[in-house]
């Protein structure tokens, strides 16, 4: 495997977001690198017990676009005491072999807990216990991942909401903590460390004086924004003025940074009136700050770094195991039905603190959003039928009724199952027909396969009218008889 000062300089580059396409057009001459993450290119079939599947068409896609890649990891973290499975860990090294990826990596969070020998889904990305013993549960699995894989591997440097527990290691020496134990590179996230600082957390420069800067290898930058009284990793907008000069103040003394990677949710380009232009002048700030990489590092060894003091008198008295348990509890995330009972309170009651209340509803956008992508034409007939209220009361009657499930056609299958057994309903007569159209739709681009359906209104009639967001007309009822058929290849 490549060593990490042996990967080659790659240079400036952004998430790649299909939607991202029109935007960047002007600005694609300014592209050197497209960071892939692949979870949103994979399907699942909810109807067997299959792992995850690579959606052929996207993936042919991306090997076909000129600029190199790196594969980013966002469904599967590294820093919980519920290691990757083989068939996530199996869909994970294919996507990086079919994306010809110079190197990977993920997120040192969690995001699933134990539930006797059921396994939960939090839908989102947790802060692990920063403990000697969450360290080699961290290291653990990188071990783990990296020997499947045969390209390098980092961790990214996450953000944290929640108060730091007594007796847990600060940001910074975790992350370095976990980095060396693992032997593997760091993804440092600027805009994450950033966001700790303001929420309360450790400064970001004291963070980066902790890390063994030699392991960096790729580079973060992003906008956020308020929530709650939080600043917000949202990867919404522009980079800040604050962030772009922290990372002058870092760049220039990291030896061994290959990449500088932009992010931002295409959603947001519209939202804020990101121009082409507007894009093409943030690549090129960052790529002043890419020619100042490694300026001003001493002659080093990585041999030279301090090594991690023992902790053993600061041990929070929790184990990981407990702190996932308590951040689920204070989450309200509701078990399935055949999990066993817990076996009593959590080891630290988290209700209050105000990060709690401000994951809950980054949770529930997350949720939302997995459902809105699957069954677009399904929440837009709520919407148009019940109102936002009306809407967000569905929504918060279904967070409260069922776990969350990490891939969105899961989460989607789970809901319009939610949906039939709910009075809505038979108050939105044509509702049932949707779901059912869009649940099709949805097979189609799985299996590839063109699907047959009996529908009892009008389906042209219908998604006409919703395509176009407008509430659909009086229906005309029948037995419409149809096959969806897959979308072309791009």
Known sequence: MTPLRDLPALGVGVVYWPQLLGPL???????????????????????SEAGYVLDRRAFEHLRGLPHPRIVHGVGFPVGGTVPTSGPE?????????????????????????????????????????????????????????????????????????????PGELPDGEF????ARSADCGLLLDVHNLWANQRNGRQPVLDAVAQLPLHRVIELHLAGGQEFEGYWVDAHSGLVPGEVLD???????????????????????????????????????????????????????????????????????SLSPAQWERAV?????????????????????????????????RLIGGVRAGKVASTLTMTTRLLLLSLGENGM?????????????????????AT????????????????????VEFELAAHRAVLTGDAQRLSLSIDPQQLVASLREGKPPPAPRRGAFDITVTPPARP
């Open 25 to 47: 057009e002007l600005a694609r001459q300014q592209l050197d690198v497209l960071e892939v993450e692949p979870q949103a290119f994979w399907l699942r079939d909810v109807s």
């Open 89 to 165: 860990l199996d869909a994970f090294v294919e996507s990086v072999c079919e994306l010809d990826g110079v190197w990977a990596s993920e997120h040192l969070s969690f995001n699933r807990v134990r539930g006797g020998t059921r396994v939960r889904d939090l839908g989102f990305l947790l802060p692990p216990l920063q403990s000697a013993e969450g360290v080699e549960v961290c290291a653990a699995n990188i071990r783990a991942v990296r020997a499947a894989l045969r390209v390098p591997f980092a961790v990214e440097t996450g953000a944290n909401y929640l108060r730091a527990q």
């Open 175 to 178: 992350f370095a903590s976990v």
């Open 246 to 316: 922290l990372a002058w103040q870092i760049v220039p003394r990291l030896p061994n940074l290959k990449a500088i990677v932009y992010e931002v949710m295409p959603e947001y380009v519209a939202e804020f009136g990101i121009t082409a232009s507007d894009l093409g002048a943030q690549l090129d700030r960052l790529r002043e700050l890419w020619r100042a990489r490694g300026r001003d590092v001493p002659g080093h060894r990585p041999g030279d770094m301090p090594s991690p003091r023992d902790h053993a008198s600061t041990t929070p």
């Open 328 to 360: 689920a509890a204070a989450l309200g995330s509701p078990a399935p039905a055949d999990e066993p009972a817990g076996s009593g309170p959590p080891a630290v009651d988290l209700s209050d603190d105000p990060g709690v209340r401000v994951l809950r």
């Open 392 to 412: 967000q009361q569905i929504f918060d009657e279904f967070w409260a009724a069922e776990p969350t499930r990490p891939a969105a056609s899961e989460e989607a």
């Open 415 to 434: 809901f319009a199952r939610f949906l039939g057994a709910h009075p809505v309903s038979a108050r939105i007569e044509a509702l049932a027909d949707v």
